[in-house]
């Protein structure tokens, strides 16, 4: 079982205050996760045929595709969107320089 002081690390890394009750349920709940995980590492899927199996030094690029937009699409999100200026859609400034 994981211990309450590795539960009062995990929170602290989180920045998250847990009172001594809320350690002792946390103690608990991580504990059957991490169990959980080992069973699933226990598993047997050699059976288990895989789509997105990427062997190990192959190239997982692909080429970028512009697909085309139904214009009906495009009005639909113009109209709903709050704040316009001409064709575009104005957004709130995310990064800053």
Known sequence: MISQDEVQHIAKLARIALSSDEVKKMQK????????FEMLKRA???????????KVGENT????????????VIREI????????????????????
């Open 78 to 97: 113009r109209e709903a969107s709050p704040k316009k200026e001409g064709d575009y859609i104005k957004v709130k400034l995310v990064l800053e320089h």
């Open 29 to 36: 709940d991580l504990s059957q996760i991490l169990d959980y």
């Open 61 to 72: 690029w692909r080429e970028d595709i512009v697909a085309e937009q139904s214009p009906g």
């Open 44 to 54: 047997d899927i050699s059976k288990v045929k895989g789509s997105n199996i990427v």
